[in-house]
T-cell receptor
Framework: DAKTTQPNSMESNEEEPVHLPCNHS???????IHWYRQLPSQGPEYVIH???SNVNNRMASLAIAEDRKSSTLILHRATLRDAAVYYC??????????FGDGTTLTVKP | DTGVSQDPRHKITKRGQNVTFRCDPI?????LYWYRQTLGQGPEFLTY????????KSRLLSDRFSAERPKGSFSTLEIQRTEQGDSAMYLC????????????FGSGTQLSVL
């Protein structure tokens, strides 16, 4: 299974941008890059996904490297409610997604 | 649309007992997934259904685990003869079959085996 590598933890100040990196050097051409986040005692929540091009939505932006071997989730202005564990996963249509251990984001007021 | 619903939220059982969890996906979603998550780790895939067909099972799913989705709507996950190592959060997710499907997760069932 294709795997992703993320830093264990990151810190940010409130209202500053946050860049969460993810490496996925074994990605295949049919893998979509998905990001989810999880708060304590809750299930993961979808954030954003993409295939090749950069993507924007109301929650975040996703920047995908040209070779697709890495990506970065960008939170433009971190809030205290953005503190969570962020998972970068590779999702293939009609199959399982493999979650790593994610990045724990701490947002300081 | 009330999202993915899981029941119960918490289950405490004694070792050796059987337990069953239920998942109600978002109504129009034809794919349903089960994951297991232990403290400090990411979710681990267990199995997934497309409609009522169980299409993939993880090696983690031992013979004591069985999952069903009889009418392609709700699903149940049963664990027989529970062991302390089965203690975990069991998550259900659903999605629409598409090339870029998004997973919608429930809040999970927290199982504690004493």
């Amino acid at each position: 299974d294709a795997k992703t590598t993320q830093p264990n933890s990151m810190e940010s100040n409130e209202e500053e941008p946050v860049h969460l990196p993810c490496n996925h050097s074994t990605i295949s051409g049919t893998d979509y890059i998905h990001w989810y986040r999880q708060l304590p005692s809750q299930g993961p929540e979808y954030v954003i996904h993409g295939l090749t091009s950069n993507v924007n939505n109301r929650m975040a932006s996703l920047a995908i490297a040209e070779d697709r071997k890495s990506s970065t989730l960008i939170l433009h202005r971190a809030t205290l409610r953005d503190a969570a564990v962020y998972y970068c996963i590779l999702h293939r249509n009609a199959g399982k997604s493999t979650f790593g251990d994610g990045t724990t984001l701490t947002v300081k007021p | 649309d009330t999202g993915v619903s899981q029941d119960p939220r918490h289950k405490i059982t004694k070792r050796g007992q059987n337990v069953t969890f239920r998942c109600d996906p978002i109504s129009e979603h034809n794919r349903l997934y089960w994951y297991r998550q232990t403290l400090g780790q990411g979710p681990e895939f267990l199995t997934y259904f497309q409609n009522e067909a169980q299409l993939e099972k993880s090696r983690l799913l031992s013979d004591r685990f069985s999952a069903e989705r009889p009418k392609g709507s709700f699903s149940t996950l049963e664990i027989q003869r529970t062991e302390q190592g089965d203690s975990a959060m069991y998550l259900c997710a659903s999605s629409l079959a598409a090339d870029n499907e998004k997973l919608f997760f429930g809040s999970g069932t927290q199982l504690s085996v004493l």
